[in-house]
T-cell receptor, first 111, second 111 residues
Framework: EDQVTQSPEALRLQEGESSSLNCSYTVSGLRGLFWYRQDPGKGPEFLFTLYSAGEEKEKERLKATLTKKESFLHITAPKPEDSATYLCAVQIKAAGNKLTFGGGTRVLVKP | NAGVTQTPKFRVLKTGQSMTLLCAQDMNHEYMYWYRQDPGMGLRLIHYSVGEGTTAKGEVPDGYNVSRLKKQNFLLGLESAAPSQTSVYFC??????????FGEGSWLTVV
């Protein structure tokens, strides 16, 4: 059965304190790994897609990396506006290319 | 959340009532999805469609029906609402480049 596990469940950071979020997965036939940001009361907002081990993508203070078993979302020098829940999802090569999500990591950045 | 619109945004139903959630996308995407999001459970796929006139079951399809009569619309129906269907519902569509975009969500409470 496809599984996606995110850790930690919650993360409290001081502004400027860099950290990493983990997404570990066990799937057969990975097509892609997605990262989304979700603000309270909103839908998930697309951040990155990673397709192969060793791939990295960056956007402002966020950097996503992928290995064969896990992905990391690095937040460098975070600001309060980076506070959100970050969702990881895997897409498999079947079943309509659906996404299977992890439980998310709630990030709070304090000024 | 580009181009995916959900209606209504909020609804309160009594147990046993029926209702339909409407998802509309203006991006000409073939694939569309309905997810529900519950605390501690993450996002789970209810039903999906790979094109006009097609539907398929996801992880948690029981108690829901869907229809895709027009390419731009994907309807989610509850024939006899139950308190267990209290949730936030998200519609999504997938572009040919594989990115999946989500709507803003529909908050449903069944009392």
């Amino acid at each position: 059965e496809d599984q996606v596990t995110q850790s930690p469940e919650a993360l409290r950071l001081q502004e400027g304190e860099s950290s990493s979020l983990n997404c570990s997965y066990t799937v057969s036939g990975l097509r892609g790994l997605f990262w989304y940001r979700q603000d309270p009361g909103k839908g998930p907002e697309f951040l990155f897609t990673l397709y192969s081990a060793g791939e990295e993508k960056e956007k402002e203070r966020l950097k996503a990396t992928l290995t064969k078993k896990e992905s990391f979302l690095h937040i460098t020098a975070p600001k309060p506006e980076d506070s959100a829940t970050y969702l990881c999802a895997v897409q498999i090569k079947a079943a309509g290319n659906k996404l299977t999500f992890g439980g998310g990591t709630r990030v709070l950045v304090k000024p | 959340n580009a181009g995916v619109t959900q209606t209504p945004k909020f609804r309160v139903l009594k147990t046993g009532q029926s209702m339909t959630l409407l998802c509309a996308q203006d991006m000409n995407h073939e694939y569309m999805y309905w997810y529900r999001q519950d605390p501690g459970m993450g996002l789970r796929l209810i039903h999906y469609s790979v094109g006009e006139g097609t539907t398929a079951k996801g992880e948690v399809p029981d108690g829901y029906n869907v229809s895709r009569l027009k390419k731009q619309n994907f309807l989610l129906g509850l024939e006899s609402a139950a308190p267990s269907q209290t949730s936030v519902y998200f519609c999504a569509s997938r572009e040919p480049g594989n990115t999946i975009y989500f709507g803003e969500g529909s908050w449903l409470t069944v009392v």
